[in-house]
């Protein structure tokens, strides 16, 4: 059987797999199929890979692959899954990128092999956490193909389908709240700084933060640990790490919880569209 695999959905997670499972060689591009509701991106993918297979719709796309890679917004996959249900089989392995469908939500639509996860654009350079909850279908041979993918350019973590949404803002949700909290450090430096512009403290900060995590791993030591070598008592650290003991707690518990809260909304809006629209199919 010919190694062959589709995507649905060429956005950031949909482009940046298809560009990763090129540039390592697990598929040949002519044994890549990919379909996306707009033209305009279909168009740039053939730009840098001419011989892909470029399906007319889903359901083509459904009807030619049997490993399937579904990278569409939450609120869109309701839908997806509806229109390619027809041509899934119990050969089908669908691997969606987002957990935010609920995996109970999505068997009913496809009773099959499903893995839901947690991709993270860190993995453009080829770092950072994939998320992976695989339901009781998913046997051996599809683990294979899904890690074969994302093992090469992440960690991959299997955890429980209920913990990934609290623990995805240390993963997939990380480089957008990490640079939120850095550019609020950059401006309080800015402000209380003379002669130094917001691109050099950002610069600074970025080698900071790249040689800390370096150093963190290589050496293997822990936040508690950097902690009480870097701030000595009653010196300058000591004195700052005290403020962010005191006021950070709570920025991040609220932090998670509209993170969390917003998650369970849209789990439970792409709930309803689903038996809305197994509803309409009756
Ligand atoms: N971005 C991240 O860092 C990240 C991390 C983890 C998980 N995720 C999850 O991964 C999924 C994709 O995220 P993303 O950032 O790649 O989103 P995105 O950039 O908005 O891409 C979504 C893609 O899906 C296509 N699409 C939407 N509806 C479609 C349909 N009915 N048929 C075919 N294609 C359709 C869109 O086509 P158009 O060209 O028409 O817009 C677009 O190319 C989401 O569920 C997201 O929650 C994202």
């Known amino acids: ?55 007319e719709n889903n359901k083509e796309l459904a009807k030619k692959c049997k490993d399937i890679i579904i990278c569409v917004e939450p609120l869109n996959l309701p839908a997806v899954m509806a229109e390619i249900k027809p041509y899934l089989s119990t050969e089908t392995y669908l691997m969606i990128s987002t957990t935010m469908v609920a995996s109970k939500d999505l068997l009913k639509i496809h009773n099959g092999n499903i893995t839901i996860f947690m991709p993270t654009l860190i993995s453009l350079v080829n770092s950072g956490v994939t998320l992976v909850y695989h339901s009781d279908n998913v046997t051996d041979r599809d683990k294979n193909i899904f890690e074969n993918i994302l093992d090469k350019i992440s960690e991959v973590v299997d955890l429980d389908e209920e913990d990934i949404n609290i623990t995805q803002n240390l993963t997939a949700s990380f480089p957008g709240i990490f640079a939120e909290i850095m550019l609020e450090f950059v401006k309080s430096t800015l402000k209380y700084s003379s002669n130094v512009t917001h691109e050099k403290l950002e610069k600074m900060l970025l080698i900071s933060i790249n040689g800390a995590s370096k150093l963190l791993i290589d050496k293997n030591m822990s936040f508690e640990e950097t902690i009480d070598r870097v701030s000595t008592k009653g010196g300058i650290t000591y004195e700052g790490v005290k403020v962010c003991k005191e006021k950070l707690p709570i920025v991040f518990d609220e932090t998670i919880e509209a993170t969390v809260n917003r998650y369970n909304a849209i789990v439970a809006e792409a709930g309803s569209m689903i038996d809305n629209l197994i509803e309409e199919d009756r």
């Open 1 to 55: 059987m010919k190694k062959e695999i589709g995507i649905i959905g060429l956005g950031n997670v949909g482009s940046m797999l298809l560009s990763k499972i090129i540039e390592f060689n697990i598929y040949e591009e002519n044994h890549i199929y990919v379909a996306n509701r707009s033209k305009e991106k279909i168009d740039r993918a053939l730009e840098q890979y001419p011989k892909l297979n470029v399906c």
